[in-house]
């Protein structure tokens, strides 16, 4: 397949015409361990192929629903750079009434993708808090994502979900709020997921999926794995629960040099996952 006209399967809207705008952002150079993120959106095209267009258990076929892949976005500059560039081609889908998702890179990547809207709260499924103030001198670092998309949303809109890594500069009293992955596994990933979304009081929703905080044994393609995650139905779960209220989505941190084929492959489902579930809200209103 020619990789320049490599589109997500069953994207086969206009911009005008879809509902739903995927944009690949392959940008992975504030990676601190495991580079290969900016290899990741066009292996989750690739794997997206695999999939029957039928999502059976929703009665939602995707080839009914209009879908419009924009391509990567292309920086080879800077982090910031790359958050100047993606925030404005990020608010020409917004501001179109579009639902977008964005596939990284790394998960800075979150940072011009909460911007580009306003009023809304902020999920991340992350293995990390992502809250230093910066990271080998970077503030737009994926380190920092929680900590600039707060800034934006403010701290008390925003959870991190999942988490299991956090370090001792990032723990004081201005902390985000957060459900660990031991509690989520002690009380089921339904009930934690609803105490999460009850923490945000907004009506709009934005979810971050850092693929590590699924477990790296489901997940292994990725740049910095941490035991103890979720699992790849517990985030089927949360998508469920979200999508009334879901208004975006990003996917970030998978690594191709990494993976064995089935990172990418998560990724690319459960980005139909999304498209389903948000198309089969708005079909019931
Ligand atoms: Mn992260
Ligand atoms: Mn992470």
Not at 248 to 263: A, C, H, K, L, R
Request: overall charge negative; hydrophobic content about 40%; glycine content about 8%.
């Amino acid at each position: 397949m020619d990789i320049s006209t490599l589109r997500f399967a069953d994207a086969n809207a206009s911009f005008d015409d879809a509902s739903f705008v995927i944009m690949g952002i392959p940008f992975d150079r504030t990676t601190s361990f495991r580079p290969g993120a900016r290899y990741a959106p066009n292996a989750i095209r690739i794997s997206s192929y695999n999939f029957e267009t039928l999502l059976f258990e929703h009665g939602i076929d995707l080839v009914d629903i209009p879908i419009h892949d924009a391509g990567d976005f292309e920086e080879v500059g800077t982090v910031d750079d790359m958050v100047d560039g993606v925030l404005k081609a990020a608010k020409k889908i917004v501001e179109a009434g579009k639902f977008p998702l964005f596939m990284g890179g790394e998960h800075s990547v979150t940072i011009p993708a909460v911007r580009s809207f306003d009023d809304i709260g902020v999920i991340t499924i992350d293995a990390h808090l992502d809250y230093r103030e910066s990271y080998l001198g970077l503030k737009n670092s994926h380190a920092c994502v929680t900590r600039r998309i707060s800034e934006h949303v403010g701290l008390d809109n925003v959870v991190v979900f999942g988490v299991r890594s956090i370090s001792s500069d990032e723990v004081g009293d201005r902390m985000p709020k957060y459900i660990d992955a031991f509690t989520i596994r002690e009380i089921g990933v339904e009930e934690a997921f609803r105490k999460a979304l009850s923490l945000i009081k907004k009506d709009k929703i934005f979810l971050s999926l850092d693929i590590d905080g699924i477990d790296p044994a489901y997940a292994p393609g990725t740049g910095t794995p941490e035991p103890f995650g979720l699992s790849p139905y517990d985030v089927k779960k949360c998508l469920n629960i979200v999508a009334p209220k879901l208004v975006g989505f990003d996917i970030s941190e998978v690594s191709p040099p990494y993976d064995n084929g089935n990172t990418a492959a998560l990724a690319a489902r459960m980005m139909r996952e999304v498209i389903a579930v948000v198309w089969k809200q708005r079909s019931l209103r």
